[in-house]
């Protein structure tokens, strides 16, 4: 208690407003930014594989790389792939499950289930949910950021029996879901930019992965056991500050337009009204790729054990930001970069050899 | 709420919070805490002693003083060139002794004998001297060796004649005088200790010697490198130091005219606390004369005062150690921290309401591309040009970031010249009336080139000090733009007197009025302030008719008016404020407008922050420079006003592609000329609807005919 008064005072300890640094598997590099233009999808957020080939979701319709396959009332939130079936999550409707010709199929919850963020199911055809926030849509994920809610759940859905079981709760902002090999659930909480994995009925949660630099979204596992971890906003020192400043956060959610608050985004350098920090300014007509930034492209590998192999980047003054998925289908990768409004497509490459 | 905020507006207004930075940049603020400690000791003792501070027992105290302050000062000069002299003590012992040797067994006159001690003591410090400057021995262990040698001599000395000195007892007027009497109320070796203070003072803070002596004690190294000669300054500090013990020794001896075994014992120790306690540091090159009297002083006191408390006998040095101890302590944790403490605490916010701004969705600053489509002149090969101006033959002037004068060549600004090197950071230019530039150079102050020989002479970089002020503002530090009214007189702002050159965007942090605007009247060559406490004061102009000058106060988002003559001369009016960015650099325009540059847009982010100084306090302590909010200067446009401050219309590149920063424009010929402080470019569009053959000069010099009438 005491020490908490202190760090407070002099900015030590839990008051720090220092990042983790990107250094190792993390280190920087222009991957994202240096791919060809991809296919555009204003607002696109998240990507599955049904059928055989990627589907996302771009607002409130489902496109494929044949064009648009199904348009639904409302914003699609999230997406999983169950057999035949598609996992929809939606922010007027929750979540509901599409047949095979995206015809709605009639499912009664034991209790609605709002605000998803993330999907997955596992072995059993359970659907297992992250409820990013109880107060605030996905939409709003800065405002919930803002004001520091922990409020988020995981749960599981069993859509055979309608049964709605809560895992985990009070969580901060779980944004994203997987199964792992051996049946136990992984989560990313992205206030806390760490991952929590825990046993199938929701004990024993650890901490697996912690330190992200930035705030950890969508989880997607691949055959071969490893991750592709989608971090979908950077972290920055002057957003943390402002996390501790209760007084100023208030007046900015009360009083500034929210394109304009000193929170993280998934593109920045849009408008000239949007907050600058010293770093940014540009010299020489150049913007360093090393400033602080509101938003940033960030994709990260994780092996089956959650240690970082390689990763993409688009950095400062770069347009692939805001990753808000992965997935990889054979050798290629594809993003949805919500910063820039496309569908990315990598041809990877194993680990070593030049791309 | 409206009782806190008025509250807390007062505590704004009324507690000039930068205060306490300034003072801590100050090289004297190290003197605080020894100054402090004095008055404490001082204050208990005094308390504590019931006739402390009486006349006679200061009398005494002043006496010995003398003697004790002296050694002191022998001691601090070794300890300033990074040595330490611990032969003090039987080096005084040995002073006492040879004055009474020759004044009672020699017979020599006072002046002789005097002269002479000081002399022999000068080469035991000459000893210690050549061993540590010449032959590079330590200073510990040598200045050790030196102590128990002489303290050996003494002792020799002492057994020899000890008996044949007690039998006789010398006496002369001199010799009262130098033991017992005063001059004026003062006991004579204060007096001594005073003039001898004065000339070190002297020395050491306003002489070449002294510097150099400071500067081998900073880094003996470095010293070395730049071509000081470090054995014989080093060498020479311990001459002067057994020279001044000498001198505490004759005094010494006249006071009590007696030789003991016992005399000078421990006084290295006691001498070397007080230097300590003092202030001054132990590692060399920090320290004055002023922090080792004030050293003596509380040392002398402390040990009077443990005497006379009649405490038990190791209590005295035991008090010694211990404030040793705590004088080493604070000499390290000060130089360690103080630094850390003022780069916390320097950047002092102020709370600042700003007004809603202007839209810029529609009306005079609608967004548009107007600025797309410049053409660029010198890409890459000027940096940093903050203004731009034209001559009447088509030249084209501006500044750069490496101190130079570029002139790029009409009609197609291809080719480029050094026009002149004056370093510094060239800011706003002006021409007077015969064509000479005049330049605002960031860091240095007000510079002219000649126009017949490219000749760079200083035109003023001091004005008068604010009598309130802390730190030194008299020196100009950001001379930002200026311009030239009709009778001559240059009128220039300095932007900010709290920061340099390269972090005067952090003075948007403060948003404090530090900033003002300076005259330089040509015909008495004198400088003066006036007007004061302008936040970012920029961007100077003077108007059409010749009767006000037009200046930007940046972080207050508004355009002012300063009148020099007429009904209002000498006051200041808001003409345009709420603009929605930063306004930098005021221009003519053709047809009797001005040009403003705006050179940064706000953001509602900075503008709500600006309202919570604490917020922004707390920001710059907690976080990296780099990391701080700070104004949106990597956009901005080109506006135009008229007298009455009515916006006519702005020119915006939407992208910021060409000129992220833009500080300032000159219109010429129908051209706009753009400059920007952040641009390795500068840029031209063609102007719609003006004036072709316009230019500034004339408009300001030339004949009021035709034209420009």
Redesign the interface.
Known sequence: MISRIFDNLLGRGSAAVTVPPMDGALKPNNQLENLQPGIPAAQVDDIVEWKGEPLWSDGATLVSRSGVQAELPSVITALAALDDTLVVATLDDGLILLGGDYQRAEIAWATPITNVTAISVDQSGVILFCTGSQTNAPNEWRRDLMETNQSGMIGRANPKTGEVRILAKNLRYPSGIATTASGSIVYSEAWASHIVEMSADGSNAQIIFDEIPGYPGRLCRQENGTFWLSVFAPRNPLIEFVLREPAYRKAMLQEVAPEFWIAPHFYSGRYFNEPMQGGALKQMGILKPWAPTRSYGLVIELSSTFIPLRSFHSRTGGSRHGITSALQSGNTLWMACRGNGEILEMQLVEKGKAL | MSLASSIKKARYRWLPDHVFGELLSKSWIDNAIPFTIMIIVVGVVGSLLPNFFTGSNIGILARQYGELALVVLAMTTVILVGGIDLSVGSNFALGNFLMLYFLNLADLPVGLAAGLVVLICGSVGLVNGVLIGYLRLRAFLTTLVTLIIVRAIVDLLLLEYAQDMSMSFYSSPLWDLMGLGNVSIFPFSFVILVIVAVIAHVIFSRSGPGWRLLAIGGSRRSAYNMGLPVKRIVCLAYVVSGMLVGMAGILYAARLSGAGTDTGLGLEVLVLTAAILGGNSLGGGRGSVTKAMMGAVTVLVLTNGVLRLGLNSGSGPMVLGLALLFAVFVDVRWMKNRHKLLNTVYVSPTLMEMPEPRTTDEGPFKVNDRLSKVDVIGLGDV?SPEDVILDDEDYLYCGNRHGDIVRFTPPEYKTYEIYAHIGGAPLGMSFDKDGNLLVCVGGMGLYMVAKKDRAVTLVTDETNRSFFSIIDDSRLRLADDLDVAPDGKIYFSEATVRYEMHDW??DALESRGNGRIVCYDPKTKKTRTVVRNLVFPNGVCTSHDGKSILFAESWGCRINRYWLEGPKKGTVEVLADKLPGYPDNINRASDGTYWVAIMG??????D??L??PD?RR??A???????????????GCVARFDDDGEIIESLWDRK?A?H??ITSMREHKGWLYLGGI????IGRIRLEGQNNRWTGWSSYWGKKSGENA
């Open positions: 940096e965007p952090v847009m706000r953001s509602p982010a900075l709500l922050a309202r919570m917020f707390r920001m302590r907690r976080m990296a420079a780099d990391q701080w909010l700070f104004p949106n200067l990597n956009i910021a060409n992220p920063m952040t641009n390795n470019r």
